[in-house]
């Protein structure tokens, strides 16, 4: 049976570096809080059960979420994980994980490997960290602080593989010498190597890294670059062309219906597939009037899409689903409870996935 992943941002407590750059307090409910309506019934802010606007630095945290995951069908979490070099950001949640063996819920790492800049959008515009990789000396290093967690007895592996998914892998020409690096020092250290898996979203559509073991699909990131409506596309090109604040809209339905017309379709050889799902978008918290927001999400809807999206995982054999996301607030796209529909999301997971 194909289990659910559920990816989970850990930018919910401050940071000297994001106190620098965004101001003193400054998390992810920042955004989601300063957020507002753009147009009739457009459904910002969004706003947390009981405005549980909860801190991860306070480790309690994560156990309830872990709880409550499970509870509702979720088998695991697929964290974040920055690192610039040497240079570790918002690594306090995972690290809590680690050091709490109570906390009783399989995980694993997924490497937001992109530079960060003001723009939210990955693009190379006013970089605040310049992602670099360096030599065999850099990528030992960063192995090294990941051994601890891969031996953790809750980390996700697939025939003693640690799973390690790379958002953007194309983003380094050296990337294959990189994990053949890993997978040969890994089999070192008592592991059969590593199980790597490959993001395809809207900077990449196809597999770069003959050496990654899985190719995981990023929705709805992946769909919206490959089946971009014509409204959407007249208006990027006026959006680029006169810097103009546009707000892209698409319909949920249109673009769950090309998520699952891909999933069918999509293979690649000798690469295990994991497919992927999304709750909901709008990440006008963050753009604004040059966000872009998917009209009609409903915890009904986002259930026969999640069945029909298992049907196809299940028969294919996928070890794994992945969902987009638990807790991107400022994106709109979480399973978390809040004040519009409560539990409504998880309870259409806890249905559909048991």
């Not at 630095?57 to 088998?75: L, S």
């Not at 937001?112 to 360096?134: P, T, V």
């Not at 770069?208 to 990027?236: D, Q």
């Amino acid at each position: 049976m194909t289990k659910i992943l559920a990816l989970y941002l850990p930018q919910f407590h401050e940071t000297a570096e994001n106190n620098l750059w965004w101001g003193k307090g400054f998390t992810e409910w920042t955004n989601t809080k300063k957020a507002k309506p753009l147009f009739k019934n457009h459904h910002q802010p969004r706003v947390p059960l009981n405005k549980n606007y909860y801190d991860l630095a306070e480790p309690d945290v994560m156990q309830k979420h872990a709880a409550i995951a499970k509870e509702h069908g979720i088998y695991g979490f697929c964290f974040y994980h920055y690192w610039f070099n040497g240079k570790q950001m918002l690594h306090k949640p995972v690290e809590d994980l680690l050091s709490r063996p109570e906390i009783d819920i399989p995980f694993c790492l997924s490497w937001a490997n992109d530079s960060w800049n003001r723009a939210w959008d990955g693009e190379e515009k006013e970089i605040l960290m310049q992602q670099e990789y360096g030599e065999e000396p850099n990528w030992q290093n960063h192995l090294d602080y990941l051994i601890p967690f891969f031996k953790d007895n809750r980390y996700l592996k697939i025939n003693n593989k640690p799973v390690f998914f790379i958002y953007r892998t194309i983003g380094f020409v050296r990337m294959n010498e990189l994990i053949q690096y890993w997978d040969k020092k890994l089999q070192d250290a008592g592991f059969n190597g590593i199980h790597i898996v490959e993001t395809l979203n809207s900077f990449q559509l196809e597999p770069f890294c003959e050496a990654a073991s899985g190719v995981y699909t990023f929705e709805p990131m992946m769909t919206l670059r490959k089946k971009i409506n014509l409204s959407n596309k007249i208006k990027g090109q006026l959006r680029n062309r006169l810097n103009l604040n546009i707000l892209f809209k698409d319909k949920y339905e249109r673009v769950w219906n090309e998520v699952l017309k891909n999933a069918r379709n999509i293979k690649f050889d000798k690469k295990e597939m994991y497919r992927g799902a999304f709750v909901d978008w709008d990440n006008t918290a963050r753009k604004g009037k040059r966000g872009l927001v998917i009209t009609g999400a409903t915890p009904e809807k986002f259930g026969m899409y999640l069945k029909a999206l298992m049907k196809i995982s299940t028969t294919e054999n996928d070890k794994f689903l992945i969902i987009n996301s638990w807790n991107e607030w400022a994106e709109g796209c979480y399973l978390e409870p809040d004040e519009k529909f409560r539990y409504g999301y998880l309870d259409q997971i806890k249905k559909n996935s048991i």
